[in-house]
């Protein structure tokens, strides 16, 4: 059964935008909040952006403020990534994830239910 469905990566240079989006089905549409997190290769997967439904209220790993916007459609079951000015060092593949209930912390990986398949982001210099 699908959960969650990322969409939008893709190649961009330096200084560009993307917008990722993630679907959410199932028990995954009952999410209280969505991430999502990114992972380069030979590193670990790390938090990037947040968003707790209950009031909108987002959080961001500090790299990317002021350049990226975390955006929840609730009526869709979507949440959007809208990236500005990417760096090469945004490459990655990046990761939707959904919890189902209220976190220690938004930024642990280890506290969401569910997973989606990961979609590719290329910033090339």
């Known amino acids: 059964q699908v959960q969650l469905v990322e969409s939008g990566g893709g190649l961009m240079q330096t200084g560009g935008s993307l917008r990722l989006s993630c679907a959410a089905s199932g028990r995954a549409s009952r999410a209280i909040g969505m991430g999502w997190f990114r992972q380069a290769p030979g590193k670990a997967r790390e938090f990037v952006a947040a968003?707790?439904?209950?009031?909108?209220?987002?959080y961001y790993t500090d790299s990317v403020k002021g350049r990226f916007t975390i955006s929840g459609d609730n009526a869709k079951n979507t949440v959007n990534l809208q990236m500005n000015s990417l760096k090469p060092e945004d490459t990655a593949v990046y990761y939707c994830?959904?919890?189902?209930?209220?976190?220690?912390?938004?930024?642990?990986?280890?506290?969401?239910?569910?997973w989606g398949q990961g979609t590719q982001v290329t910033v090339s210099s």
């Open positions: 968003i707790r439904h209950s009031g909108s209220i987002s």
């Open positions: 994830a959904a919890l189902l209930r209220v976190p220690t912390s938004f930024k642990n990986a280890g506290e969401y239910d569910y």
